[in-house]
């Protein structure tokens, strides 16, 4: 059985030598390959991980155009993966390697789908574990998702569970709700998280919201119809007073409330109209998104990697640099060959 593992990396020279040599302890007499994928990284991680690539052939890289983002570059390993079962795991190792082979014992008890749950989460302030058990619970009740709490991107998928998931090409990409929404048979392992071995978090509390509004607004109307909900009772408040204003100018003598008072309420009504019309114009603009199909990202170099046999949805593999392996019918041997030594194809391969 071949393991695969997909690592997003972003600026993690310090992590990556940590990894590796957490992945071979872990994985002793296993068969293994570790794809990572270089999301624009600016220091020395790209060079780490090319210097591996030539030193162990199952070390693979990918390295993207610019930065597109960790959901996309998971998007990415998947679609490269050839292992009978596939991990998606970060590269701080707040996800151990040591959880793998549990995980593969999962796998082979039948579940498509390992989901290690955090029972702790080291490192973290009171304000992001607060705000991520809420988030997960309400997303769960407005999408209808089968989304376990306290579950990120550390997963193990079955090989038809890749498949399905490479059929999902949406532009705004919400990995963990689309890995629920599959419904396969889903297996939870409790572990310890622990603190970043190095390094700072690259999901700063603004990149966090984005993430939060991308896997609400992807699988859920939710905010429209509250946007709605809200803006009915705010024309009720409205209209009860203006009867009241109505009653006290023609049956008493009572001044009717001045400015202060039209001024309050055209803020409110004010501010709802502009909140209505900012979810509607955000639904509207990720829609026109879909519609152009860009490709979700750009491959530049590929190490230990061939070219793929047959065109990727929505991608773009640029041929031409790195270390490539053999093209054979299942895209598993990729030892050896460097770009320029492999027969001549499109100049851009993979397109659709």
């Known amino acids: 059985m071949l393991l695969s593992i997909v690592i997003p990396v972003l600026n993690e020279a ?13 994985l002793r007499g296993a068969t293994w390959e570790a ?3 270089d999301d624009g990284s600016t220091d020395e991680t790209a060079s780490i991980l090319e210097r591996a690539a030539f030193e162990d052939h199952r070390v693979k890289l990918l390295r993207f155009s610019r930065n597109f983002g960790p959901q996309a570059a998971v998007t990415a390993g998947l679609d ?15 996800d151990p390697p040591e959880l793998l082979p549990r995980m593969v014992e999962l796998f082979e008890q039948g579940y498509d789908i390992v989901s290690p749950q955090r029972t702790s989460r080291e490192g973290e302030t009171r304000f992001k574990r607060w705000t991520a058990l809420l988030f997960y619970r309400m997303l769960s009740r407005v999408a209808n998702q ?18 399905a998931m490479r059929t999902l090409r949406e532009q705004h990409r919400y990995m963990r709700g689309m890995a629920g929404w599959l419904g396969l048979k889903e297996a939870m392992l409790p572990f310890e998280r622990k603190a970043r ?28 119809r509250v946007s709605m909900a809200v803006g009915c009772l705010l024309s009720g408040a409205g209209f009860m007073y203006f009867l009241w204003v109505l009653y006290l100018a023609l049956w008493t003598s009572e001044t009717v409330p001045g400015w202060a008072s039209i001024v309050a309420l055209q803020c409110v009504f004010s501010g709802m109209i502009l ?27 590929l190490y230990n990697l061939p070219l793929p046999s047959k065109s990727l949805t929505r991608a773009v593999v640029l041929e031409g640099r790195g270390l ?14 460097r770009a320029e030594e492999l027969p001549l194809y499109d100049r851009l391969a993979g397109v659709r």
């Open 146 to 163: 089968r989304l376990a709490p306290d579950v990120g991107d550390f997963r193990l998928f079955s090989r038809r569970a890749v498949l």
């Open 14 to 26: 310090q992590t990556v030598p940590l990894l590796l040599a957490g992945l071979h302890d872990a």
């Open 197 to 224: 071995a190095a390094g700072s978090s690259h999901y700063p509390l603004l990149k966090m919201l984005r993430l939060a509004w991308t896997g609400v607004s992807s699988f859920s109307a939710f905010p429209l």
């Open 324 to 337: 490539q392996g053999e093209i054979t019918e299942d895209n598993s041997d990729c030892t050896g060959l």
């Open 35 to 37: 794809i990572f994928v």
């Open 275 to 301: 909140l209505a019309l900012g979810a509607i114009g955000d639904y509207v603009a990720r829609t026109y998104e879909e519609t152009k199909s860009r490709p979700l990202y750009v491959v530049t170099e």
């Open 80 to 94: 490269f993966a050839n292992g009978d079962a596939v991990v998606v795991m970060d590269a701080d190792l707040q």
